[in-house]
């Protein structure tokens, strides 16, 4: 069976519930900022040569390079983080891991890039999905084979035992009346003779 613990095949439920939540989030933020109609006056023209778009951007100026290329590597740059985190797996390949982080971004970020064809304002630049490739794969290295290898050591959880189960505390017969040392048992029958309720003072029984 697959353990769920911290020291388990797989990251605790809750983590992975909130990879899925943070992902889809940051998938309707990109959208939002990628999809946007644009009421500009004019657009560039797509570019589908590698590298063409970020040599253009370089010779317009350190400030302005800098801004729309470290753009283009933060857009997606999160997934790197909650691909992995949404599918929760802690003993994988890093290689393999990594290979299919930025693969899945690729995608994602290619289908943005075919869905711009048809807005208004928006042109399709390869350099584009290179960026957000790239952005992925950093901080994809950066952050989760260490998070990985921190979250296997971890011990798993100590688990209470169940009442009754084997190795736990499990009650003791009710003790009766009688079952204890002789001025008890003599108490109670005095008492029964008499008609009233007995009152037995707190004395030690023998275990």
Not at 52 to 58: E, P, T
């Amino acid at each position: 069976m697959q353990r769920q613990g911290w020291g388990g095949e797989s990251a605790p439920i809750g983590f992975r519930a909130t990879g899925g939540l943070l992902l889809v989030a940051h998938l309707l933020l990109v959208g939002w900022v990628t999809l946007r109609p644009l009421d500009v006056p004019w657009v560039s023209a797509t570019n589908l040569h590698p590298l063409a778009g970020i040599r253009a951007d370089l010779a317009r100026g350190p400030v302005e390079a800098a801004t729309r290329i470290g753009s283009g590597l933060a857009l997606l740059a999160p997934l790197g983080i909650l691909l992995p985190l949404a599918d929760g797996r802690l003993h994988v390949s890093p290689l393999g891991s990594l290979l299919r982080t930025v693969s899945a971004a690729a995608l994602i970020s290619l289908a943005i890039e075919l869905l711009q064809t048809g807005v208004p304002g928006r042109v399709v630049d390869v350099d584009s999905v290179l960026l957000n490739t790239a952005g992925v794969a950093v901080l994809h290295l950066a952050v989760v084979p260490a998070v990985r290898a921190r979250l296997r050591r971890e011990p798993d959880r100590p688990r209470r035992p169940a009442p009754g189960a084997r190795g736990g505390v499990r009650p003791g017969p009710a003790r009766r009346p009688g079952q204890g040392s002789p001025d008890v048992l003599r108490r109670w029958e005095e008492g029964r003779a008499q008609g009233a309720t007995p009152t037995i003072s707190r004395v030690g029984i023998a275990p």
